[in-house]
């Protein structure tokens, strides 16, 4: 099983819209959470860290949910500009251990 | 610089070529990380160095490939005789230094094309 694991979409919603990304990790003792953007043929760049209790910025919303090992991203009023892969990321703790997900495209329509 | 550099940002080459790529980290970021991304896939690592510690390269997937850093300064990353398969962009990343749990901050990736 892999350690990190997201839908590969493609999401394709209309402006406006409110659209959700899950991904499910399989280390229980996974400390730490993230969510990446990365632009076509652009290295990926930090969105948000997911804590615990869930955080918001802005149009964005994280959560975790240690009991069933995921966690998800939530957008709301999707822009044109928010057209990107999302890559989920997951720390097992210590110096190495950092797993990526293969991604979530989402293609936000006029 | 403000951000981690990699140069070149593309590089086309023949197959059976050596290719040096090369990483400047965020100054005072002691960890360094090298990462592969296949067109369409996820970021596969392939070695982390963290000051003058032993890098753990096991994420090398030959031997072909190799990665030297000087202290906490440059990287270079050298892949030997070159193969189709190893098209791809490489990532050069440091998280700063309060760790991991505060992300990573990448470079532009240099996009290696074996023909």
């Known amino acids: 099983r892999k350690e990190v694991e997201q839908d590969p979409g493609p999401f394709n919603v209309p402006e406006g819209a409110t659209v959700a990304f899950n991904c499910t990790y399989s280390?229980?003792?996974?400390?730490?959470f993230f969510w990446y953007r990365q632009d076509c043929r652009k290295e990926p760049k930090l969105l948000m860290s997911?804590?615990?209790s869930g955080n918001e910025d802005g149009r964005f919303t994280a959560q975790l949910n240690r009991a069933s090992q995921y966690i998800s991203l939530l957008i709301r009023d999707s822009k044109l500009s928010d057209s990107a892969t999302y890559l989920c990321?997951?720390?097992?703790?210590?110096?190495?251990?950092?797993?990526f997900g293969t991604g979530t495209r989402l293609t936000v329509i006029p | 610089g403000a951000g981690v550099s990699q140069s070149p940002s593309n590089k086309v080459t023949e197959k059976g070529k050596d290719v040096e790529l090369r990483c400047d980290p965020i100054?005072?970021?002691?960890?360094l990380y090298w990462y592969r991304q296949r067109l369409g896939q996820g970021l596969e690592f392939l070695i982390y160095?963290?000051?003058?510690?032993?890098?753990?390269k096991s994420g090398l997937p030959s031997d072909r490939f190799s990665a030297e850093r000087t202290g906490e300064s440059v990287s270079t990353l050298t892949i030997q005789r070159t193969q189709q398969e190893d098209s791809a962009v490489y990532l050069c990343?440091?998280?700063?230094?309060?760790?991991?749990?505060?992300?990573?901050?990448f470079g532009p990736g240099t996009r290696l094309t074996v023909t």
């Open positions: 990321v997951v720390n097992k703790g210590g110096a190495n251990n950092l797993f």
């Open positions: 280390n229980s003792a996974s400390q730490s």
């Open positions: 997911v804590y615990s």
């Open positions: 100054s005072g970021h002691t960890a």
């Open positions: 160095f963290q000051g003058n510690s032993a890098p753990d």
């Open positions: 990343a440091s998280p700063p230094p309060e760790g991991l749990h505060s992300g990573q901050y």
